[in-house]
């Protein structure tokens, strides 16, 4: 707690009233698959750095994609870099095959996994402090590339099942018609084989160009994955997420050896209050001009100052 009254008071006192922009942008190309934006605070020699990963399918640097831009990453590493902490985001590998017409039909999981570390071995040799920052499917590729050069570790709306449970449950309530072929099909897809016999109506799922992906993302469960983990970690979740509630995030919690949690009221899947319905909560997630709830830039500034 007192960690978290000196950087309160520190907010009080300038942090909150800063409009302009105090960093530098430098873009990155960290190797062959990995790009992105390095913000540094211009007024401090040494600072921590947080590296965030984006959720799933083809999410860029700043937390879009083709069909829904919300600048949600952006938004966050600008709050963050504006506040006396550099921040790295990256596009996802998937995001400059589809740039390029160069995509990888047998991209993996493990793929992201490695990109993660590729990230943290570039910057380790100039970062005393590096924090990992992984929202959505991003919080379980963040914990499997944690490593001695990493500090601490900040979910963000991180789910707390395993890919194949969460599945399940969806279709329990969405298409709960299919749900025994599902099973079946889910079965298979754990002990490391493929099948042409799945719902067609869940194709999007199920089809064999992901199977092999979706196996290999069910390798891994984020409960065990946090369990094994020393370092530090804060869990944050919104009460208005529709795509990871928050006991998820108390699974996430409960198993950590070092754990925070926070959870911010009335906050969605991309880190905006939502003060109406579902449509509203949907509507958000293409919506830019929404600014970030504060609870989120406060709990982490609080968490990374209390690191060192």
Do not use: C
């Not at 992984?134 to 001695?148: E, F, P, T, Y």
């Not at 449950?169 to 298409?175: G, R």
């Not at 198993?255 to 319905?277: S, Y």
């Amino acid at each position: 707690m007192k960690n978290y009254s000196k950087l309160f008071l520190f907010y009080l006192l300038g942090f909150n009233f800063v409009t302009a922009q105090i960093f530098t942008e430098t873009e990155i190309a960290i190797n062959q698959h990995i790009e992105g934006t390095l913000l540094t605070p211009s007024d401090t020699e040494s600072t921590p750095l947080i590296i965030f990963i984006g959720g799933s399918g083809p999410t860029d640097r700043d937390g879009n994609q083709s069909f829904m831009k919300n600048d949600m990453l952006k938004k966050l590493a600008v709050n963050l870099s504006n506040n006396g902490i550099s921040t790295f985001r990256y596009d996802k590998r998937i995001v400059k095959q589809i740039r390029t017409k160069t995509i990888d039909k047998n991209i993996s999981f493990d793929d992201f996994v490695t990109d993660a570390k590729s990230v943290i071995d570039y910057f380790a040799p100039n970062y005393k402090t590096i924090v990992i920052a992984g929202h959505s499917q991003g919080s379980l590729v963040g914990l499997l590339a944690l490593d001695q050069n990493v500090s601490g570790f900040i979910s963000l709306a991180g789910a707390g099942k395993t890919i194949d449970q969460i599945l399940i449950e969806q279709i329990s309530k969405t298409a709960p018609m299919f749900l025994n072929e599902s099973k079946r099909v889910i079965a298979v897809l754990k002990a490391g084989k493929t099948t042409s016999d799945y719902p067609v109506a869940l194709s999007s799922i199920f089809n064999l160009e992901v199977q092999a992906f979706m196996a290999n993302w069910m390798q891994y469960d984020p409960v065990e994955e946090i369990r094994k983990q020393s370092v530090r970690s804060l869990i944050i979740n919104g009460d208005k997420d529709l795509q990871v509630g928050i006991p998820e995030a108390e699974l996430l919690y409960s198993a950590a050896t070092k754990g925070e949690l926070v959870v911010v009221k009335k906050m969605n899947h991309i880190l905006v209050k939502i003060e109406g319905d579902d449509l509203e909560n949907m509507k958000s997630y293409n919506q830019s001009e929404i600014e970030l709830a504060e609870e989120v830039t406060d709990s982490i500034l609080a968490f990374v100052i209390s690191l060192n």
